[in-house]
């Protein structure tokens, strides 16, 4: 069975500080594939990143990286040097190769006070 | 990436109505999916609509409360019928985004039942 845990519901991290939002995925495909979305308080989904199995370099995008290790089925991602408009809830997700169907994680909510 | 129009953004209805909620892409796709994302929880498919075909649910989702609609290749609606406060949750659409862009989403229906 396919399965996404995002075991922080909550973080609270003060403007400028660096913050991890963990994801564990549990998969017994070879292909899959794994994404990051980000939802601000409007409600609408943010795509940020998708990942295929077989690329397990990291990737940077300014202030955002993801740290993806198949080792430990973790896809991480990192803020660098937060700010009040990352506060939103992030999900993790995966997708089997050649299927569109989605197994979202629960989600981690984070708050960048200022 | 595909862009979407979903509307209603938000609305208050009375239990025992419906509401009808429709989706705009600015381009054609083949497939267009309905999630819900019930209060404080993640995204779970609802179903996947292809054009010129009945809608293929999800386990736990029947075409009797969730009838969907399909015209052409860049529309959607998705009614949730004699609603109950159970159904208060934001409703998204999503459509492919290509390889390197995952799923588009909608920027989703908040949908009160009081």
């Known amino acids: 069975a396919q399965k996404v845990t995002q075991a922080q519901t909550e973080i609270s991290v003060v403007e400028k500080e660096d913050v991890t939002l963990d994801c564990v995925y549990e998969?017994?495909?070879?292909?899959?594939?794994l994404f990051w979305y980000k939802q601000p308080p409007s409600g609408e989904l943010v795509f940020l990143i998708r990942?295929?199995?077989?690329?397990?370099q990291n990737e940077i995008s300014g202030r955002y990286s993801w740290n993806f290790q198949k080792s430990t089925s973790s896809f991480n991602f990192t803020i660098t040097a937060s700010q009040v408009v990352d506060s939103a809830v992030y999900f993790c997700?995966?997708?089997?190769?050649?299927?569109?169907?989605?197994?979202f994680g629960t989600g981690t909510r984070l708050k960048v006070l200022a | 990436s595909a862009v979407i129009s979903q509307k209603p953004s938000r609305d208050i209805c009375q239990r025992g109505t419906s509401l009808t909620i429709q989706c705009q892409v600015d381009?054609?796709?083949?497939?267009m999916f309905w999630y819900r994302q019930q209060p404080g929880q993640s995204l779970t498919l609802i179903a996947t609509?292809?054009?010129?075909?009945?809608?293929?649910?999800e386990s736990g989702f029947v075409i009797d409360k969730f009838p969907i609609s399909r015209p052409n290749l860049t529309f959607s609606t998705l009614t949730v019928s004699n609603m109950s406060p159970e159904d208060s949750s934001i409703y998204l659409c999503?459509?492919?985004?290509?390889?390197?862009?995952?799923?588009?989403f909608g920027s989703g229906t908040r949908l009160t039942v009081v």
């Open positions: 999503s459509v492919e985004g290509g390889r390197v862009y995952g799923y588009t």
């Open positions: 998969t017994r495909d070879t292909t899959y594939y």
């Open positions: 990942r295929n199995s077989f690329d397990e």
């Open positions: 997700a995966l997708s089997r190769s050649g299927t569109y169907k989605y197994i």
């Open positions: 381009s054609q796709v083949t497939m």
């Open positions: 609509a292809n054009q010129g075909s009945e809608a293929t649910y």
